[in-house]
């Protein structure tokens, strides 16, 4: 067929009529017995969500549950671990570097870096109120609750550009001097609205995964999750109090007819029975009613359903459960989870990388702009990383070393080397120009102390020496493992020693 007859035959075979046919008879069954005349129902009217989304709830889950407070805490203290605040070239830069130093204490930076990333991930957004006293930059957390404190985007709607930002807020206004007034005085005075506006510039806006150009709140998932767990944890305590048992009391007998005395008497004799004041194991009941168990007194295997509950939270929350839990994973995975690049460090430094530009672009180079503006893009926080495999790392270097042999030795440090090279201005000021030389020869030298105890080098995990400290810590592992299989020979050789593994 030519090219001309495959043209008119596709061309015949193009109409309308054929695809709406195929459209039609192509059809994939979702389900079994499917009611074809059954209306469907929305997801709300079939699995109706019992807690309200909204900031105080994300606030109060976040502070009430324990598996979102520890998560949300421990993705924090790990992301702030450690960070530096970076100069290209000090001497040029030098006053500019020290001026912006000042200012990270000036605007505790480090309890900032903390909230910038609680702050969005619980509330779904952050604002910070920039603005400028005696030709400085000035920081200060404005209020926002979704209930005292309310906010509205203003978005130019062609260009959906934020123009301004209006906050509606609930404060005390206190007429004549406050100290004059007594305590009681002020704490009766009643709330007001008032509204506030604000340019651009005047907010470092933060939203938390924004969507449509709102922040959504990572605990906005688990809410319900939030629920359910702390509603076990409850049932946990009624169980165990119940099936523990209670202890009766019988007032009167055929003889005698309990049925004149008051609540009070009885509360009297039932509490010197008590063992515990604050939770009544003891009952009493009159003559001729005969208590009776109803169900069974064992508890419910409620940490399985915890455990799941907690697992689902975290998994939620882009964390791992065996960050936490060694319960529900293998060793290998809990590696793969936490330390690989689709793992948990991934998660970690998206959540770096998310705060770093405000850090550089609305604070540091805002505070530059009006002091040394030549100085913009030259002075930046960064977060340090030490998160990398140093074995692995050094392993490269070799390979690199070997294969370019010129490289200059300050890019081989900075690059492979983070922990050496953050000494590097040690080397400098003891060896001088030397330095280099001395970084040079000291490659793969280990200093080894009395005993088993080995001390290395700052420069010691350089080169060719990482490699072969790597091949033998894995030939001692599989030495190790055969030992303990006891595949050991007569001659206190295991048949790893001969070029063999035995399975």
Not at 202 to 210: C, D, N
Not at 245 to 256: K, P, V, W
Not at 303 to 332: A, E
Not at 359 to 378: D, F, Q, R, S, T
């Amino acid at each position: 067929m030519s090219w001309y007859d495959r043209l008119i035959h596709l061309r015949n075979t193009s109409g309308d009529e054929i695809t709406k046919a195929s459209r039609e008879e192509v059809r994939i069954r979702r389900s079994f017995n499917e009611d074809k005349n059954k209306e469907s129902k929305n997801l709300k009217d079939v699995v109706p969500f019992k807690i309200t989304k909204n900031i105080p709830n994300y606030r109060y889950a976040y502070k009430n549950n324990d598996t979102i407070n520890t998560t949300i805490d421990n993705l924090v203290i790990i992301c702030n671990n450690e960070w530096i605040i970076d100069v290209d070239d000090k001497k040029k830069y030098k006053e500019a570097f020290n001026h912006i130093i000042k200012k990270t204490e000036e605007w505790k930076l480090e309890k900032l870096l903390d909230n910038m990333i609680k702050y969005p991930m619980v509330d779904g957004s952050m604002f910070i109120n920039r603005y400028i006293d005696e030709g400085s930059i000035k920081l200060r957390i404005l209020g926002n609750d979704g209930k005292r404190f309310k906010w509205l985007i203003i978005r130019d709607p062609n260009t959906d550009e934020i123009i301004g930002f209006k906050q509606k807020a609930k404060v005390k206004k206190i007429e004549g001097n406050w100290k004059a007034l007594k305590y009681d005085t002020l704490k009766a005075v009643d709330y007001v609205d008032e509204e506030y506006n604000f340019t651009p510039e005047e907010i470092i806006y933060i939203p938390y995964m924004e969507e449509d150009g709102e922040g959504v709140s990572a605990i906005e998932a688990v809410l319900e999750l939030a629920y359910i767990e702390n509603k076990l944890i409850k049932y946990i305590l009624n169980s165990a109090r119940t099936a523990g048992g209670f202890l009766g009391i019988e007032f009167g007998n055929s003889d005698i007819d309990a049925g004149g005395l008051d609540v009070e008497e009885i509360k009297a004799v039932t509490k010197a029975f008590e063992l515990d004041e604050n939770d009544s194991t003891v009952v009493g009941y009159p003559y001729g009613i005969t208590p009776m168990d109803i169900g069974k007194s064992n508890l419910p295997n409620y940490k399985d359903y915890i455990l799941l509950i907690q697992s689902k939270i975290r998994n939620n929350l882009l964390t791992p459960d065996s960050k936490f839990s060694s319960t529900s994973s293998n060793r290998n995975t809990a590696y793969e989870q936490l330390n690989t690049s689709t793992g948990y460090i991934a998660f970690i430094r998206f959540i770096q990388m998310f705060v770093t530009p405000y850090v550089n672009e609305e604070m540091i180079n805002k505070e530059l702009e009006l002091k040394y503006p030549e100085a913009i893009g030259h002075i930046k926080f960064k977060y340090v990383n030490d998160i990398d495999n140093e074995r692995e790392l050094s392993e490269i270097a070799s390979v690199v070393v070997a294969n370019y042999p010129d490289l200059p030795t300050e890019l081989i440090l900075s690059t492979y080397f983070n922990r050496v090279w953050k000494r590097i201005e040690k080397y400098k000021e003891t060896y001088g120009k030397d330095w280099i030389n001395k970084i040079d020869k000291d490659l793969g030298k280990l200093v080894t102390q009395d005993g088993n105890n080995t001390e290395i080098d700052p420069a010691a995990i350089l080169g060719q020496n990482a490699y072969n400290r790597s091949q033998k810590a894995k030939a001692d592992a599989l030495k190790q493992q055969a030992k303990n299989k006891g595949d050991i020979n007569e001659d206190g050789k295991s048949d790893f020693d001969k070029g063999e593994i035995r399975e």
